[in-house]
């Protein structure tokens, strides 16, 4: 006889598992199917984001910037460094060690919150009276029922036409994390968030790393200022970037791989590496989800189709995160997880994709909330912004990291804080304040006039808004 419980959340990554965790804490009989597994085969909840992606990349961007900044910014210091080296398996040892943390984390806070666990994968079966049939496949197959169903099932690296990724020549992130060595020549395919990342990484570990983008400008979702800004930074920093190239055959040989393109300006070109990353978007995660045994829609993209609530066209079935519409990042996703349970329980949560937070984790750390001046300019809305560098900032001074600057971009009219965009230190977590603004609809004159603690980098938020009205004090 299969268990039956109020709610069945399919995927444990970032909306899953904060899902099926809210549901418990609200009360609800839940259980969570996820089918990552570790090295010993044993669970691994946190779907790409703890296992392939969010966190181990940061631990891999930690590790790296350590080296750099001892091969190139301890003796201003006055530290002395001798004999630097680099040992790539420790350095992988402790990016594992932290993803299993962050596994055994996840299934301490299950058994926490009553959250029952199921290690396999979880499809649809049929719909029967007051909810689903739920197929887990895993060691033995079994089946489960449940009145309300949460798919969270994410996201999956998009392969180049007719070029499957080897995990060995030819990365996804997934293999973009596990190089065993420093390749001498690694080429990236595409210059967004894991693009950047992970060529950052292989550069300050002594790779000579070459990013194609097929796109004419840098990080188009990004402030065009603040792009410029952190474009400038990391061709001194010596990542080599093309634009407006067009990828045509992707050879992978003992050898490395060899890439033909054409450049923007209509030149035959071809470049062989070691390796080769290939990041050029994710797409949303239904295979195997036997969607069509239910009659769930999906969009033209593949996705889950939802409401602005996260509802399907299926009464008590729910889809989050990547593997629906919206920005894919692991903090949406969890914000939409937790609004979820809660609309299950009654309650009226809300979801702002205006206020969503995006950060890239280079150095310069890139992050921005709202909208840009691209963006307000393309609907004809009025506004004023102000900007203050990194250079003029004394905590950024002693910290010895001066590059870039902070943006504040207000409404001309009512001063309300419409975009914050910053490039430069701790960029990641400076961005909160900006969110919480957003949250409240503060204007510039509000952040302008809050204190700040003298010396911090946070400074130069205010310092920014402060120019929005042309009065900044330091600059």
């Given at each position: 006889?299969?268990?039956?419980?109020?709610?069945?959340?399919?995927?444990?990554?970032?909306?899953?598992?904060?899902?099926?965790?809210?549901?418990?804490?609200?009360?609800?009989?839940?259980?969570?199917?996820?089918?990552?597994?570790?090295?010993?085969?044993?669970?691994?909840?946190?779907?790409?984001c703890t296992n392939v992606g969010c966190i181990p990349s940061k631990a891999l961007l930690q590790s790296s910037e350590h080296f750099d900044h001892a091969r190139?910014?301890?003796?201003?210091?006055?530290?002395?460094?001798?004999?630097?080296?680099?040992?790539?398996?420790?350095?992988?040892?402790?990016?594992?060690?932290?993803?299993?943390?962050?596994?055994?984390?996840?299934?301490?806070?299950?058994?926490?919150?009553?959250?029952?666990?199921?290690?396999?994968?979880?499809?649809?079966?049929?719909?029967?009276?007051?909810?689903?049939?739920?197929?887990?496949?895993?060691?033995?197959?079994?089946?489960?029922?449940?009145?309300?169903?949460?798919?969270?099932?994410?996201?999956?690296?998009?392969?180049?036409?007719?070029?499957?990724?080897?995990?060995?020549?030819?990365?996804?992130?997934?293999?973009?994390?596990?190089?065993?060595?420093?390749?001498?020549?690694?080429?990236?395919?595409?210059?967004?968030?894991?693009?950047?990342?992970?060529?950052?990484?292989?550069?300050?570990?002594?790779?000579?790393?070459?990013?194609?983008?097929?796109?004419?400008?840098?990080?188009?979702?990004?402030?065009?200022?603040?792009?410029?800004?952190?474009?400038?930074?990391?061709?001194?920093?010596?990542?080599?970037?093309?634009?407006?190239?067009?990828?045509?055959?992707?050879?992978?040989?003992?050898?490395?791989?060899?890439?033909?393109?054409?450049?923007?300006?209509?030149?035959?070109?071809?470049?062989?590496?070691?390796?080769?990353?290939?990041?050029?978007?994710?797409?949303?995660?239904?295979?195997?989800?036997?969607?069509?045994?239910?009659?769930?829609?999906?969009?033209?993209?593949?996705?889950?189709?939802?409401?602005?609530?996260?509802?399907?066209?299926?009464?008590?079935?729910?889809?989050?995160?990547?593997?629906?519409?919206?920005?894919?990042?692991?903090?949406?996703?969890?914000?939409?997880?937790?609004?979820?349970?809660?609309?299950?329980?009654?309650?009226?949560?809300?979801?702002?994709?205006?206020?969503?937070?995006?950060?890239?984790?280079?150095?310069?750390?890139?992050?921005?909330?709202?909208?840009?001046?691209?963006?307000?300019?393309?609907?004809?809305?009025?506004?004023?912004?102000?900007?203050?560098?990194?250079?003029?900032?004394?905590?950024?001074?002693?910290?010895?990291?001066?590059?870039?600057?902070?943006?504040?971009?207000?409404?001309?009219?009512?001063?309300?804080?419409?975009?914050?965009?910053?490039?430069?230190?701790?960029?990641?977590?400076?961005?909160?304040?900006?969110?919480?603004?957003?949250?409240?609809?503060?204007?510039?004159?509000?952040?302008?006039?809050?204190?700040?603690?003298?010396?911090?980098?946070?400074?130069?938020?205010?310092?920014?808004?402060?120019?929005?009205?042309?009065?900044?004090?330091?600059?």
């Amino acid at each position: 006889m299969s268990k039956n419980f109020d709610v069945i959340v399919i995927g444990g990554g970032p909306g899953g598992y904060i899902a099926a965790i809210r549901a418990g804490q609200l009360g609800f009989s839940t259980a969570c199917i996820d089918e990552w597994k570790d090295s010993k085969g044993g669970p691994a909840p946190g779907g790409t984001c703890t296992n392939v992606g969010c966190i181990p990349s940061k631990a891999l961007l930690q590790s790296s910037e350590h080296f750099d900044h001892a091969r190139h910014q301890f003796a201003a210091h006055g530290i002395q460094a001798q004999g630097l080296g680099i040992d790539v398996a420790k350095m992988l040892d402790r990016k594992d060690r932290i993803v299993r943390q962050n596994n055994e984390g996840i299934l301490y806070l299950f058994k926490k919150n009553k959250v029952t666990f199921f290690h396999g994968r979880g499809s649809f079966a049929k719909a029967i009276d007051g909810g689903y049939e739920i197929r887990v496949a895993g060691a033995s197959e079994q089946t489960i029922t449940g009145t309300n169903v949460i798919v969270a099932t994410g996201s999956t690296a998009r392969a180049l036409p007719g070029v499957d990724f080897d995990e060995k020549l030819v990365l996804s992130n997934d293999g973009a994390l596990r190089m065993p060595t420093v390749p001498d020549k690694l080429g990236v395919i595409g210059s967004g968030v894991i693009g950047l990342e992970m060529g950052s990484v292989w550069r300050r570990l002594g790779s000579d790393v070459t990013v194609l983008e097929a796109l004419p400008a840098f990080l188009g979702a990004a402030d065009e200022q603040i792009a410029k800004e952190a474009l400038k930074a990391f061709t001194k920093q010596g990542l080599k970037i093309e634009f407006g190239i067009t990828v045509g055959a992707v050879q992978a040989s003992p050898e490395g791989v060899q890439v033909d393109y054409t450049d923007a300006k209509g030149g035959a070109r071809t470049l062989a590496f070691d390796r080769l990353i290939v990041s050029i978007g994710r797409v949303p995660n239904t295979t195997g989800l036997n969607a069509e045994a239910v009659g769930l829609r999906l969009d033209e993209r593949g996705a889950i189709a939802v409401d602005d609530e996260c509802r399907t066209n299926l009464p008590g079935v729910w889809a989050v995160g990547d593997v629906v519409r919206g920005p894919m990042l692991a903090h949406k996703a969890e914000e939409e997880g937790v609004a979820v349970a809660e609309r299950i329980a009654g309650q009226h949560p809300h979801v702002d994709f205006n206020t969503v937070p995006w950060v890239i984790y280079t150095s310069p750390e890139i992050a921005w909330v709202g909208q840009t001046e691209q963006q307000l300019k393309a609907a004809g809305r009025s506004y004023r912004s102000g900007t203050f560098p990194f250079l003029a900032n004394g905590r950024a001074r002693a910290l010895g990291d001066t590059t870039g600057l902070a943006k504040v971009i207000a409404d001309a009219q009512t001063d309300e804080i419409l975009g914050v965009h910053i490039v430069g230190p701790f960029a990641s977590e400076l961005i909160a304040e900006a969110v919480v603004a957003m949250e409240f609809k503060a204007s510039a004159e509000d952040i302008a006039r809050i204190c700040h603690a003298h010396p911090s980098l946070s400074e130069a938020t205010k310092e920014a808004a402060l120019a929005v009205d042309k009065r900044s004090l330091n600059f």
